[in-house]
């Protein structure tokens, strides 16, 4: 019984040794990017950062503008109130709540449309990324590319986010 347990040992030893060196022949490289750092660096992720900020100023000004006339037809409103008929001051009521009507719904909306631009935006410069980290895996050999946030430990030599960087600046021609 002894031998046969010897013998099956042995026969499992020599099996995940020469196993082992199989998988170990194929062992690829693998890379990780950074994509937070891909917006914050490259050329495209400022003009997206820049693009965005710009359309979000333009939107929170057009608010601004929108509740400063609001505030001045509540100032007017009281100011004339005791000299006005009741029913200027019902007809002034209503229009005023018109406004802000309009001024919630006219936030709601460019709430949505920013955020649909911001979505779209970063999902067309996500894929930009993707798209060249693809062809740089394909180029250098690399099994697996993954993002950052995906990954709970990798050390800093697989970075490749630099490399990726560098690539996207070269063929960036200024358009998103």
Not at 68 to 73: A, C, L, N, Y
Not at 135 to 150: D, K, T, V, W
Request: net charge negative; hydrophobic share 40%; with cysteine.
């Amino acid at each position: 019984m002894k031998k046969i347990a010897g013998v099956f040992a042995s026969v499992i030893f020599c099996l995940l040794v020469f196993s082992a060196s199989a998988f170990g022949a194929d062992v690829g490289r693998i890379g990780i990017i950074d994509f937070q750092r891909v917006l914050l660096e490259s050329e495209a992720g400022k003009s997206v950062q820049a693009e965005i900020q710009q359309k979000g100023r333009s939107m929170e000004s057009d608010l601004m503008k929108m509740g400063e006339e609001i505030e001045s037809m509540m100032r007017q409103m009281q100011r004339d109130s005791m000299v006005m008929s009741a029913e200027r001051r019902e007809q002034q009521q209503r229009e005023l709540e018109i406004r802000r009507y309009d001024f919630q719904t006219m936030q709601k909306k460019y709430q949505s449309e920013f955020r649909e631009m911001e979505v779209n935006m970063l999902d067309k410069l996500r894929d930009e990324v993707f798209d060249i980290a693809e062809s740089i895996g394909q180029r250098e050999g690399y099994m697996l590319i993954i993002e950052r946030s995906a990954a709970i430990y990798f050390p800093s030599t697989i970075d490749i986010t630099d490399k990726l960087i560098q690539a996207y600046n070269e063929q960036f021609d200024g358009e998103l």
